[in-house]
């Protein structure tokens, strides 16, 4: 597809329904396979708030299999507008006005095993739920916080993933690709790091505001146990595990990218913005 005919909600809207397999990627997972019937909403929430490239879409991936909600980025303007047309809502559902609309909605469509879950990075929580919604979201809320102590590899995976638009493990288009016309451009790296970087620092100083004690999963526990990783998460929500499920996602597992990208984009980005460790004023 050529970049210029991309359209990521036509994107997002574009999984055939039928069965995605045990490993859906991001558009499957927001995809109408994992509709359900309008009914009454889901009484338990989980939150996992992850700065991007933490594995979210993996746990989100493990979660779903295990019977435990289907987490997204709803709150994402992307994401919910895709929802938005699909269930034939009107406006801009994420406008404070329509939030509760949208959120009810998410609850009754969007639910498995009595629980509604969501993946969350900060703008998206800076940007549409610091409010009364907001409130209401978190406060019965099982809450989780996913982080990466390997911040230079985060930064690497992010860097590619917004460069080429892709950010789960298939080859799928779901973002704009970078307009940078230098990927390397000194300003937009150190932009793209501090951002980064902020991200885990804003949702720490969240969760002290709003006395939230999340669980806090590293990156790299999720990879070496990720059956312990979704047995914590649902002792917390007194929810079952469908074990026979999770085991089958698991089996499907593998790293994203490619172990030769990640080496050479590592050094450019260093040689890039490796002068600022040292210097006055960076």
Not at 35 to 45: F, I, L, M, Q
Not at 46 to 54: E, F, S, W, Y
Not at 118 to 144: C, E, I, M, S
Not at 175 to 182: K, N, Q, R, V
């Amino acid at each position: 597809m050529a970049l210029d005919e991309f359209d990521p909600v036509v994107a997002l809207n574009a999984a055939d329904p039928g069965d995605p397999g045990p490993r859906p990627d991001i558009v499957a997972l927001l995809g109408p396979h994992f509709d359900r019937p309008r009914g009454e909403p889901a009484p338990k929430t989980l939150i996992l708030c992850a700065a991007p490239r933490t594995g979210s879409y993996e746990l989100a991936r493990l979660l779903t299999a295990a019977g435990i909600g289907v987490a997204h980025e709803y709150f994402n303007p992307t994401c919910a507008a895709a929802l938005a047309v699909r269930w034939g809502l009107a406006g801009d559902v994420l406008e404070e006005a329509a939030l509760g609309g949208y959120i009810d909605e998410l609850r009754r469509r969007r639910a498995a095993g009595e629980v509604f879950a969501t993946k969350l990075q900060y703008w998206q929580f800076k940007d549409t739920l610091r409010n009364d919604h907001g409130r209401a979201l978190f406060g019965p809320a099982v809450v989780v916080h996913l982080f990466r102590a390997d911040i230079l590899a985060q930064f690497v995976s992010l860097h590619r993933a917004r460069e080429t638009g892709r950010f789960d493990f298939t080859d799928e288009l779901t973002h704009y690709p970078s307009a940078e016309a230098d990927p390397y451009a000194i300003e937009a790296l150190r932009r793209m790091l501090d951002e980064l970087v902020a991200e885990d620092a804003n949702f720490r100083r969240l969760f002290a505001l709003a006395g939230v004690r999340p669980i806090f999963c590293e990156y790299a526990e999720l990879e070496r146990d990720p059956q312990g990783v979704v047995a914590r998460i649902a002792a917390a929500l007194a929810v079952p595990v469908d074990q026979d499920r999770l085991a089958a996602t698991i089996a499907h597992g593998a790293r994203y990218g490619r172990a030769d990208d990640r080496a050479q984009r590592q050094a450019a980005l260093q040689a890039a913005l490796g002068p600022d460790a040292f210097s006055k004023g960076r």
